[in-house]
């Protein structure tokens, strides 16, 4: 999975991958703690922080995660089959903060 990620990474950065954006990793909830607002949450720091200092925002969602982080303004850039499942490389633009 780490090499797939990677890969992905450099797909959609370039020699660097993320080192020049902010990467939500593995963001996760306790499944008896969901539909609370904890991801929306997590995910909401990660954005505005990547904001404050105009960086792309970068992730691999799986299905379940998608509709919440496309909520969120990211893209999916593309399909990543892992383990037989769709996963998605996604991608939010900065956007611009006055704080």
């Not at 720091?45 to 995660?65: I, M, N, S």
């Not at 969120?72 to 006055?98: D, K, L, N, W």
Request: glycine content about 8%; proline content about 4%.
């Amino acid at each position: 999975m780490k090499s797939i990620l990677a890969n992905d990474a450099v797909q959609a950065f370039g020699k660097d991958g993320v080192a020049h954006a902010y990467y939500l990793q593995y963001l996760a909830v306790d499944p008896a703690q969901q539909k609370r607002g904890i991801g929306r949450m997590l995910v909401s720091w990660g954005v505005r922080e990547a904001d404050k200092r105009a960086k792309k925002c970068y992730l691999f969602a799986t299905e379940a995660g998608r509709r919440l982080y496309e909520s969120a303004g990211f893209e999916v850039v593309r399909e990543v089959p892992v383990f037989g499942f769709p996963h998605y490389s996604m991608i939010r633009q900065p956007i611009e903060t006055s704080s």
